[in-house]
T-cell receptor, first 109, second 112 residues
Framework: GQNIDQPTEMTATEGAIVQINCTYQ??????LFWYQQHAGEAPTFLSY??LDGLEEKGRFSSFLSRSKGYSYLLLKELQMKDSASYLC??????????WGAGTKLIIKP | DAMVIQNPRYQVTQFGKPVTLSCSQT?????MYWYQQKSSQAPKLLFH???????NEADTPDNFQSRRPNTSFCFLDIRSPGLGDAAMYLC???????????FGPGTRLLVL
């Protein structure tokens, strides 16, 4: 079966750095996405990785290792507004998105 | 601004009373998706349209139907809502299936 694993919940301090990990086992691989979802709202696109390595976009970076079936989302200079769920999703060989259940990130002052 | 719009944002219906949720897009994307998301769970794909071609997920109950009368609009019909259908319903679009999906704000459905 296809599976995406990410921690259920993480806590971090305002101004700090946090890394949210995602591991996956899917039928083929055609890219990995990270989405941010605030409570009661729709997911918003953050990043896309299809090749190994780090993609940086402002305070957010995403890393991919295809051989390890592993990705992480790195959030720097955390702000209170970063409190949200972060969803990892992998596109399989049929271009279907396989979603993780999300990591709820709690930011404390 | 190009966007994905969902109406209504909140919908209350009665057990067994048909309900229709609406999605429209100004992105001119070919693909439109409907997802169901329950609290603290991953979004679950119900079906998607590539242009007029309808693609149903194998485990989507028959209670859920969809219509896409034109490129801009897509509807989700729940024929006989049960208590277990209470969820957030998300519409998403992408230019083609190989590209990024963009979501509307969602419709939260409550079944009484």
């Amino acid at each position: 079966g296809q599976n995406i694993d990410q921690p259920t919940e993480m806590t971090a301090t305002e101004g700090a750095i946090v890394q949210i990990n995602c591991t996956y086992q899917t039928s083929g691989f055609n890219g990995l996405f990270w989405y941010q979802q605030h409570a009661g709202e729709a997911p918003t696109f953050l990043s896309y990785n299809v090749l190994d390595g780090l993609e940086e976009k402002g305070r957010f970076s995403s890393f991919l290792s295809r051989s390890k079936g592993y990705s992480y989302l790195l959030l720097k200079e955390l702000q209170m507004k970063d409190s949200a769920s972060y969803l990892c999703a992998v596109r399989d060989s049929n271009y279907q998105l396989i979603w993780g259940a999300g990591t709820k990130l709690i930011i404390k002052p | 601004d190009a966007m994905v719009i969902q109406n209504p944002r909140y919908q209350v219906t009665q057990f067994g009373k048909p309900v229709t949720l609406s999605c429209s897009q100004t992105l001119n994307h070919n693909v439109m998706y409907w997802y169901q998301q329950k609290s603290s769970q991953a979004p679950k794909l119900l079906f998607h349209y590539y242009d007029k071609d309808f693609n149903n997920e194998a485990d989507t109950p028959d209670n859920f139907q969809s219509r896409r009368p034109n490129t801009s609009f897509c509807f989700l019909d729940i024929r006989s809502p049960g208590l277990g259908d209470a969820a957030m319903y998300l519409c998403a679009t992408s230019r083609v299936v190989e590209e990024t999906q963009y979501f509307g704000p969602g419709t939260r459905l409550l079944v009484l």
